[in-house]
């Protein structure tokens, strides 16, 4: 059970970068769905997060420019980034949870955290 990023790369401002995190395993024992983002010294920060009625929470500071998605076809949640700043430059983790065996005879959820990619914007 793992969870994959992808899609990080160098872009100059004003323009877009999509990332996928792809989910292994059965589509419907993930959930909570969310992009993270950690730029240079900076802490680790929420970037949009799926709820559970499939509505997506956005940071104030990318509000309007960045797009989630969740492709349950796929098994991935994507963020598409649009006139993407500076400022945007980060890594990008996605984090979800796993229904899944936690002790022996009991099941629950486990968070994960996919591996970052970098997301790097020019002026």
């Known amino acids: 059970v793992q969870l994959q990023a992808f899609g990080g790369g160098l872009v100059q401002a004003g323009g877009s970068l999509r990332l996928a995190c792809a989910a292994s395993?059965?589509?419907?024992?993930?959930?909570?769905f969310a992009w993270y983002r950690q730029g240079p010294g900076k802490e680790r920060e929420l970037v949009a997060k799926?709820?559970?009625?499939?509505?997506?929470d956005y940071a104030d500071s990318v509000e309007d420019r960045f797009i989630a998605s969740r492709d349950m076809n796929r098994n991935t949640f994507n963020l598409e980034m649009n006139n993407l700043r500076p400022s945007d430059t980060a890594v990008y983790y996605c984090?979800?949870?796993?229904?899944?065996?936690?002790?022996?005879?009991?099941?629950?959820?486990?968070?994960?955290w996919g591996q970052g990619t970098q997301v790097t914007v020019s002026s």
């Open positions: 395993g059965n589509t419907h024992a993930w959930s909570d």
């Open positions: 799926l709820s559970s009625g499939g509505a997506v």
């Open positions: 984090n979800a949870e796993h229904f899944e065996e936690t002790a022996p005879r009991r099941y629950g959820w486990a968070k994960y």
